[in-house]
């Protein structure tokens, strides 16, 4: 008697190899949104280690942006002319080196050099390649599902990302974080035959004027969003000095000089793109996509959404780390519940996704987002008491996962299987440009109101008028971001007394706290701006599944 296969457990076989294409494509997705995280919290133990200096590690990291701004749109194209699977492969091995670079390095030229460049380099070839196979190996539902669980990858690796630098940094050593995203790449390169690829590749001229419009442009707009906490919107606050002498053009900052000039080059970028087309030749980006209303409407709040993540980490780091005192580790903690919350809606969105459309989906989250921020607004206070702290975090997870849910999907779908590489570049342009937007807007909002504050305080406190100017000197270039307990010490180095520096600590400690109710309150204008992005996405009612042939009617 030959027994029969188990239907079940066929079934359950080809669901595994049905979505194995999503745990690779998920692996590599992981990789590429832990590396930011991490080193933000382990940014300490770095600059010990290597001898080196925060100023040192902050360049790093905008470096690192800077890179995938500048060649994002390059590395989609080589995708298509490579093939999407190859430029993976390629990507991951490249990635794979600047992480190894990264994790043995004897000091900070080393550490820039493979995190910042040759890391950004291969996560230029992989996040495009990723948004594309994932459009080649699955349809309809099975897409949103896709999309989905990538968006999901994304949170967690963005929300992990501080607990694990945390924890590794805390117990281990940060170079650990590096060496695991190898074993993960080398996983990727090894199981990305088993990835399916539809789309052919195609014969291109890369146009290098192109190419040299799009990256310099890029460069000048992000570094100048990334530079405003430090030189100011317009008004020049903290100007470079070369040889004595401030740079601030006509005086006005180098960030707005540095967006102005970025965005005269994005514009020569787009005429030449339509110069090209009009020759009959391949454009670097066919700019006729943008003109997609669904797509421009997906990529706007896409770029909000990494706007409001990037301004989140920015701030509750600070909150958690510089005003409570909290390490690496219990800040970590602290950001898990939105990891998690994540997680959770980007699956309950894919599945709300069959009863409401993509536009109601994503404006229930961009509102839970809104609310979130008002929660958290409200718990900021010197002890963390409040329970609206860790329900903010949840309810920020949630509202994020819900767009995770959507809007890989809307993007892909606006455009045909040919355009797909060129979408995938377009979403890593603007989630740097939303990235940098939102560091820098909510960057530049609580460093200008921890300066206001903390003079207004100082001016109406009890600190004798000998001990008020010394302050007002030593602050008179800026106040910066520093834990509150080292405020005692730095205090009585001024010249200040035990008493008097323990006041002038508690006054710091309020100018934190406001300043960061004035970012918060930032973010929530952030979010409701984001609202007025989403009218082109989707409104369509879901169409239900087809009823399967044969079904009794009691299943139907």
């Not at 060129?422 to 990235?435: D, R």
Request: glycine content about 10%.
């Amino acid at each position: 008697m030959i027994a029969r296969p188990h239907p079940r457990g066929a079934e359950s076989g080809g669901q595994m190899k049905k979505w194995f294409v999503v745990l690779i494509l998920g692996a590599a997705q992981f990789v590429m949104v832990l590396d930011s995280t991490v080193m933000n919290v382990s940014i300490s133990a770095v600059v010990a280690d290597l001898d080196s200096s925060v100023t040192a590690m902050q360049s790093a990291i905008t470096f690192y942006t800077l890179t995938m701004a500048a060649t994002m749109l390059l590395g989609a194209k080589l995708g298509d002319i490579w093939g999407r699977r190859r430029a993976l492969v390629i990507g991951s091995i490249v990635y794979a080196i600047g992480s190894l670079m990264t994790a043995f390095s004897p000091n900070m030229t080393v550490l820039f050099l493979g995190w910042s460049i040759v890391e950004g380099l291969g996560a230029v070839l992989v996040i495009p390649a990723i948004a594309a196979l994932l459009a080649d190996n699955y349809e309809g539902r099975d897409r949103v599902t896709a999309f989905a669980a990538i968006g999901a990858v994304s949170g967690a690796g963005v929300a992990a990302g501080p607990l694990i630098g945390g924890f590794m940094t805390t117990y281990f050593s940060w170079r650990y974080v590096f060496v695991g995203e190898v074993v993960i790449l080398v996983f990727v390169v090894i199981f990305a035959g088993r990835i399916a690829e539809k789309s052919a590749r195609r014969s291109i001229r890369i146009d290098v004027l192109s190419v040299l419009l799009s990256a310099f442009g890029l460069v000048a707009v992000v570094f100048g969003m990334l530079q405003s906490k430090v030189w100011g919107w317009i008004v020049p606050l903290h100007s470079p000095v070369v040889n004595g002498v401030e740079i601030a053009p006509l005086g006005i900052s180098l960030t707005a000089w540095f967006i102005v000039i970025g965005t005269v080059l994005l514009v020569l970028f787009f005429a030449r793109q339509r110069q090209l087309v009009a020759k009959g030749r391949d454009p670097l980006l066919h700019v006729d996509l943008l003109s997609i209303r669904q797509l421009r409407s997906g990529l706007s709040v896409l770029g909000g959404q990494y706007a409001i993540i990037a301004g989140l980490f920015f701030m509750v780091p600070v909150y958690l780390q510089m005003t409570l005192g909290f390490d690496a580790l219990q800040t970590g903690w602290r950001i898990f519940p939105l990891s998690i919350s994540l997680i959770l809606f980007s699956i309950f969105g894919t599945r709300l996704s069959t009863r409401w459309s993509a536009r109601r989906v994503v404006r229930v989250g961009q509102w839970i987002l809104v609310a979130s921020s008002i929660l958290l607004l409200t718990a900021i206070d010197p002890e963390l008491s409040s329970p609206a702290f860790g329900i903010g975090m949840f309810c920020a997870g949630a509202g994020l996962g819900l767009l995770a849910s959507q809007l890989g999907n809307v993007n892909m779908s606006s455009v045909t299987a040919k355009d797909t590489s060129e979408v995938g570049g377009l979403q890593g342009v603007f989630q740097n440009l939303g990235s940098s937007l939102g560091t820098a807007l909510i960057g530049s909002i609580l460093i200008g109101a921890l300066a206001s504050s903390f003079a207004s305080n100082v001016a109406q406190s009890s600190l004798p008028a000998e001990a008020q100017t010394i302050v007002n000197e030593r602050t008179e270039g800026g106040v910066a971001i520093v834990p509150a307990s080292s405020v005692p010490k730095i205090a009585t180095d001024a010249g200040l007394t035990d008493a008097e520096a323990a006041e002038l600590e508690a006054i710091y400690v309020e100018s934190q706290l406001s300043s960061l109710r004035t970012a918060f309150f930032g973010l929530i204008v952030l979010a409701l701006l984001s609202l007025l992005a989403s009218r082109g996405i989707p409104d369509d009612a879901p169409q239900p599944r087809p009823k399967r042939a044969g079904a009794p009617a009691s299943a139907r």
